[in-house]
């Protein structure tokens, strides 16, 4: 069972709808500046105002996953742990932001893009977890984990073609269902 206090279902179901709001300001905002197919969503810190907005994104996205994490019972102590590291990996993606794109890397950049390899498989290893204890979150987990190697896949070169961008929007698509799903096994303490 994954309990919480008095309403955690609608603390973390609010956190994670707050989360959206930002990013998707970021996309509105960017149209003709960045490219959603080739560019990722790390990119929006250079949209004027836009580490602020992500920011907001990210470290909510985490505080709630942290929030869920705690909330874990009877799914095993891995489980929790790859969803602490996720949420702390999006902590660190955003105190050291990536690079221009054509850049050299930096210390930050370096930082920001392990970080990322590291969340990004976290929280779907997590999903595959949480889903022995409960089954109906086995295809959303599957799904997590498809598309985190997709977007891993996505950083080799290609050649001129670049579908990073894509790859991380889908990503985050079944990141956020993966962990709309877990939140929906929320319960009150009785």
């Known amino acids: 069972m994954i309990?919480?206090?008095?309403?955690?279902?609608?603390?973390?179901?609010?956190?994670?709808?707050?989360?959206?709001?930002?990013v998707f300001y970021l996309h509105v905002v960017s149209a003709g500046q960045l490219n959603p197919i080739t560019d990722v969503i790390?990119?929006?810190?250079?949209?004027?105002?836009?580490?602020g907005w992500l920011a907001a994104t990210s470290l909510t996205l985490a505080a709630v996953s942290a929030v869920l994490a705690a909330?874990?019972?009877?799914?095993?102590?891995?489980?929790?742990?790859?969803?602490?590291?996720?949420?702390?990996g999006l902590t660190v993606a955003t105190i050291f932001p990536t690079d221009?794109?054509?850049?050299p890397t930096s210390m930050s950049g370096y930082i920001h893009r392990y970080a990322g390899a590291v969340m990004f498989m976290a929280l779907p290893a997590a999903g595959l977890l949480i889903a022995r204890r409960f089954p109906a979150l086995l295809g959303i987990a599957i799904t997590a984990s498809v598309s985190s190697a997709a977007f891993l896949v996505s950083h080799v070169s290609f050649g001129e073609f670049s579908a990073r961008g894509l790859t991380?929007?889908?990503l985050f698509v079944s990141l956020?269902?993966?962990l709309f799903a877990i939140a929906s096994q929320v319960r009150r303490k009785t």
């Open 3 to 22: 309990e919480s206090g008095v309403n955690g279902r609608g603390l973390v179901v609010g956190g994670l709808v707050f989360s959206l709001v930002p």
């Open 100 to 103: 221009p794109t054509g850049d």
């Open 168 to 170: 991380e929007r889908v």
């Open 42 to 51: 790390s990119d929006y810190v250079f949209v004027q105002g836009g580490t």
């Open 71 to 88: 909330s874990l019972r009877g799914v095993g102590r891995s489980a929790k742990w790859l969803m602490g590291t996720w949420a702390a």
């Open 176 to 178: 956020y269902g993966l």
